[in-house]
C-alpha cells in the first residue's frame, strides 16, 4: 500500500512538474512560436490569395480578348493586361490582323458588304496599312522586351505582317527585309517558320505583281466621246445565229 501511494505521489509530482515546465514555456517563448506560426499561416493564405488573383486576371484577359472585335478594342485590352503574360502583344497582333482582313477584303472592320459605308476607300486603305504596321511593330517590340524563347513566335508572327504590309504598299524590299528576319529569328527552334519565310522570298516578285491594280490605260474606253453602251435587242440576236454560207449553199426545193 506504502508502495502505491509512493508511486502516485511520484507521478502527480512528475505531472505537476510538466506542467509548470509547460506554463513557463509558454511564458518566456510560447508567444514567439505562436506569432511565428501565425505568420506562416497569413503567408500562405497571402500566396493562395495572390495566386487565385491572377487566374481571375488572366481570365478575365482572355475573356476581353476574345470578346473585342475592333482594333480600338484590341487596343484597350493591351493597355488594361500589359502586365498579364502575352496578352498585350497577342492583342496588338489581332488588331494589326483586323485591319489587314480589311484591306483585302475592302472592307471596315466588323461591316458586311450590303452595309452603307463599308466600303474603304484609298485614303482608308492608306491608312489603315500604316496603322496596321504600327500594331505589328509595337507586338515585336514588346516580344523583343520580354525576351526568351516564348517571345520569338510572337516576334515571327509580327514580323510576317508587316511583311505582308509592305508587299500590300509595294514596298518590296521592306518585304525582304522583314522575311530574312523571320529566318534569323526562327533558326534553330523552329525551322517550319524559315521554310515559310523562304518560300515567300521566292516568290514575293509573283506576289506583288498579281496584287497590282489595272492601271487607266489598261481599262477599255469608248472608241467614241459620249459613246454608251447599247443592249441588243431580240432581233440582233436572232441574226447572230443566222449561217450566210449555209443560206448560200441550200439547194432548192424540186418542183
Same mark, same amino acid.
Do not use: C, W
Given at each position: 500500500m506504502d508502495d502505491r501511494l509512493k508511486e502516485v505521489q511520484t507521478t502527480d509530482l512528475t505531472d505537476s512538474r510538466v506542467n509548470h515546465d509547460f506554463v513557463d514555456w509558454l511564458k518566456t517563448k510560447g508567444m514567439n512560436w505562436l506569432l511565428a506560426i501565425l505568420l506562416i499561416a497569413c503567408a500562405f493564405l497571402g500566396w493562395d490569395w495572390y495566386k487565385r488573383k491572377q487566374i481571375a486576371e488572366k481570365d478575365q484577359a482572355w475573356a476581353e480578348l476574345e470578346a473585342a472585335t475592333s482594333p480600338a478594342a484590341y487596343q484597350g485590352v493591351a493597355t488594361t493586361h500589359k502586365d498579364t503574360g502575352a496578352i498585350a502583344e497577342i492583342a496588338m497582333l489581332q488588331a494589326g490582323d483586323s485591319l489587314l482582313r480589311s484591306v483585302l477584303t475592302g472592307l471596315k472592320p466588323g461591316m458586311t458588304a450590303d452595309a452603307e459605308g463599308s466600303a474603304l476607300t484609298p485614303e482608308e486603305r492608306t491608312t489603315y496599312l500604316e496603322d496596321a504596321d504600327g500594331?505589328?511593330?509595337? &507586338?515585336? +517590340?514588346?516580344?523583343?522586351?520580354? #525576351? #526568351?524563347? =516564348?517571345?520569338? =513566335?510572337?516576334? $515571327?508572327?509580327?514580323?510576317? /505582317?508587316?511583311?505582308?504590309? &509592305? %508587299?500590300?504598299? #509595294?514596298?518590296? /524590299? *521592306?518585304?525582304? +527585309?522583314?522575311?530574312?528576319?523571320?529566318?534569323?529569328?526562327?533558326? !534553330?527552334?523552329? =525551322?517550319?517558320? &524559315? *521554310?515559310?519565310?523562304?518560300?515567300?522570298?521566292?516568290?514575293? *516578285?509573283?506576289?506583288?505583281?498579281?496584287?497590282?491594280? =489595272?492601271? +487607266?490605260? $489598261?481599262?477599255?474606253? !469608248?472608241?467614241?466621246? /459620249? %459613246?454608251?453602251y447599247t443592249a441588243p435587242t431580240a432581233e440582233g440576236l436572232l441574226e447572230l445565229f443566222d449561217d450566210p454560207a449555209n443560206d448560200a449553199g441550200e439547194e432548192p426545193a424540186a418542183p
Open positions: 500594331f505589328y511593330e509595337q &507586338a515585336g +517590340t514588346m516580344a523583343a522586351r520580354r #525576351g #526568351g524563347l =516564348p517571345a520569338k =513566335p510572337i516576334g $515571327m508572327a509580327s514580323l510576317f /505582317g508587316r511583311a505582308a504590309i &509592305a %508587299e500590300a504598299s #509595294g514596298r518590296i /524590299g *521592306d518585304a525582304r +527585309t522583314h522575311l530574312e528576319a523571320v529566318i534569323t529569328m526562327s533558326e !534553330p527552334e523552329f =525551322p517550319v517558320f &524559315a *521554310d515559310q519565310a523562304r518560300a515567300r522570298l521566292a516568290n514575293i *516578285d509573283a506576289v506583288v505583281a498579281s496584287s497590282e491594280l =489595272p492601271s +487607266t490605260t $489598261m481599262i477599255h474606253r !469608248p472608241s467614241e466621246e /459620249g %459613246e454608251a
